[in-house]
């Protein structure tokens, strides 16, 4: 299985990005994905995570309210919409999916698939 994420760049704050991940096979067919992010000099964090059974989403109370995940089954693609971007989102955002039990979602250790990375970087 391969994931690809994709969409990153520059951009002002206050700024919107969508990344996307893709998979190799179908996205769907894993029970969550989700997103993470590191930042230069700091651990990887969670961003995100949606269930595949039902289509409930987490988020890490500094990006509520302005990151949304989505999915979408034609294009067989999970979407982070990031809205109100500030400079401290900047980082490299990974998708993750397959999470393992007895973890929680935001513990990178409880995920089995990694896409690589895209570089964000909120900046005037």
């Known amino acids: 299985v391969q994931l690809q994420a994709s969409g990153g760049g520059l951009v002002q704050p206050g700024g919107s990005l969508r990344l996307s991940c893709a998979a190799s096979?179908?996205?769907?067919?894993?029970?969550?994905i989700a997103w993470f992010r590191q930042a230069p000099g700091k651990e990887r964090e969670g961003v995100g995570c949606?269930?595949?059974?039902?289509?409930?989403?987490w988020y890490v109370d500094s990006v509520k309210g302005r990151f949304t995940m989505s999915g979408d089954n034609a294009k067989n693609t999970v979407y982070l919409r990031m809205d109100s971007l500030k400079p401290e989102d900047t980082a490299v955002y990974f998708c993750?999916?397959?999470?393992?039990?007895?973890?929680?979602?935001?513990?990178?250790?409880?995920?089995?698939?990694w896409g690589q990375g895209t570089l964000v970087t909120v900046s005037s």
């Open positions: 949606m269930s595949n059974n039902d289509g409930r989403t």
């Open positions: 993750a999916a397959e999470r393992l039990g007895g973890t929680k979602w935001t513990d990178p250790k409880g995920w089995h698939y």
């Open positions: 096979g179908s996205i769907f067919s894993f029970n969550a």
